[in-house]
Structure formats: C-alpha cells, structure tokens
C-alpha cells in the first residue's frame, strides 16, 4: 500500500503540492491524472525519496521509501524513461541495476523477455533507442526487482498503440496478482480502460479521488430502449432519478447500476453509455478547469 498524508512541497513562496492525501491499494490501480504542473510529478518524486517533503509524509509497504532495506526490490519506479545512461547498452543498464539489487544474471534476460526487447536491440546503446524502447527498458527495470509497488509516471508515452495495449495488460496482471500499481498519465482513455480508482490534482490539491464507477457517475449515464417509458418507471422504482427526452433515459446512476436494473425488469437495451458521451474526460476537464493551461476566458470588450 502507498499512504500519503498532508503533503506539502514549497520552492520558495510557491507551493507545489499542497496538502495531499490519499492512499493507493494493493490489487488496484490507481490512476493519477491532473495538468501539467498540477503537482504530479513532485508528488511521486517526493514518494520515492527524490524530493524533501515541507510536510507530511508518504509510507510505501508502512514506511518511508529511504527506511526501505532494499527498495528496488520492494518497489519498481519509472519516473523518466529518458534518465538512462545514453552511453551504455540495455543490457548494461538493467545488469547494473540487478548486481545492485542482488539479483541473479539470469533476471536480466528474463525482463529483456518480458518487455519484449530483443538480443539486438538489448545491444544497442541507450542513445540510438526510440522513446518507445526506453519506455520499455524502463519498465523492465522497474519490474526487475519483482517488487510489490509500481510506481510510473507517464509509461505510455511514446508507445505505440500495440505497445500501449501491451503495457494496459502487463499491469493488469500485476494488480490481479496483488501488486500495488500507481500510474500517471495524460492518455485519459487508457486510464479509464485500466484504473480501479482515480485521484485527480489540480493546482497541488486534490479535487477528486474515488473509484472509477464513483467518479464517472457524477456525469450521469443515458439509455435507450424500445419502450423508454418502461425503462424510466424500472430506474424509478429502484429510487434512481430520471429524466426521459427524445427517447432517451437520462439517469443520475453509474452504468452498472442502469444496465444491472434494466437486466432484472427484463428490459432489453439498445444504448447506454455515459450521459454527457465523454466519461473520464470530461470529468477532468470540469474538475480541473481553474488549472487548465489552454482554457479561454472571454471578457466582454475585450480583443482575443
């Protein structure tokens, strides 16, 4: 498990994170989304002993990441996949981290397997690999170790959509298996694919965190079937408000919910989906739009 309590970073008169808290379970992944400059990144530098805390603390496994006797193998981390030595071959890279580690030679050649790099490509140096090849010398790395807690900052970047898939998968399996899986990332499809909870930063705060079904119920679910009237008066009484326009049910319940009540009145569904049609993002959007670098506002007589 990862706890974080009241966390604080300050540079200076500017507070980068500001009183965070949450926790991330093991068996789950936990999708960690906000902007750019929300805080992200110095929150995680921060978990894994790279930044110094103003206040509060963060424990992985029930302790702090330095009091860890052997952290690598405890926890894999993927910050940067671009901080890797560009001078030397993947294959050095992830033999140094196993003699570091105290890990057999033969681990090396089983991670090189797992992500999917090949004997030619372990041989290239870091400095002729793709961004995609680091983020999965990356990965490997972090897995090296077969640690209980990932930690990973933007994994996907650079991956192609095999590639994504691929990784959607391998962290999948690390979760079902008991694994502890923090992941931040922009591709807010992939985290709605993958994440059983979300926590969600804006300008260093938490704006919002809960289990995906919990989050992406706040932005209702729409359905349709041949006989809406039906459907409503099944949603209604089972004490879920609806609304029924252009034959459509509008609903303020989560899809399984909708779907599960529908099911049990023998009720067939030719659509259902979120309400608003944009799910995860349009919730971070909404909750994260005083943070939002792009977002317009627009004066009345003023000149864009």
């Known amino acids: ?15 980068a994170v500001d009183q965070v808290s949450f926790t991330a379970q093991p068996g789950r992944v936990t999708g960690f989304l906000g902007p750019n400059g929300a805080g992200k990144t110095t929150t995680m530098r921060v978990m894994v002993g790279l930044t110094e805390p ?9 302790r702090p990441f330095a009091a860890l006797p052997n952290p690598g193998r405890e926890v894999g981390v993927l910050l940067d996949a671009s901080a890797q030595h560009a001078g030397r071959t993947g294959r050095e890279i992830l033999t140094i981290a196993a003699r570091t580690m105290g890990l057999p030679k033969d681990r090396v050649g089983a991670m090189l397997d797992r992500v999917s790099l090949t004997e ?4 290239r140096r870091v400095r002729n690999y ?36 691929w990784m959607r998968d391998l962290l999948r399996e690390f979760a079902d298996q008991g694994g502890t899986v923090l992941l931040s990332s922009h591709l807010l499809h992939e985290i709605e694919v993958i994440a059983d909870d979300i926590i969600v930063i804006g300008n260093g705060r938490i704006v919002a965190g809960g289990t995906k079904q919990e989050l992406l119920a706040s932005t209702g679910t729409l359905a349709r079937a041949a006989d809406p009237a039906a ?16 034959g ?14 529908a099911f049990a009145a023998g009720i067939p569904l030719t659509e259902l989906r979120t309400a608003d049609g944009a799910g995860l993002e349009e919730m971070f959007l909404e909750l ?14 003023a000149v864009a």
């Open 1 to 15: 498990m990862i706890t974080i309590e009241s966390l604080t970073k300050r540079y200076g008169t500017f507070t």
């Open 248 to 261: 459509a049910v509008f609903a303020d319940a989560d899809l399984p919910t909708v779907g599960s009540t």
């Open 231 to 246: 459907l409503a008066h099944a949603l209604e009484a089972s004490g879920i408000v609806t609304t029924v326009a252009d």
């Open 54 to 62: 103003t206040s509060g603390h963060v424990h992985i496994l029930g």
């Open 288 to 301: 994260t739009a005083e943070s939002q670098r792009d977002s317009i506002t627009y004066t009345e007589g």
């Open 130 to 165: 793709s961004l995609g090849m680091r983020q999965r010398l990356g990965i490997a790395t972090a897995l090296l170790g077969d640690p209980e807690v990932l930690i990973l900052d933007e994994p996907a970047n650079g991956l192609d959509p095999a590639g994504i898939r």
């Open 120 to 123: 030619e490509e372990a041989g």
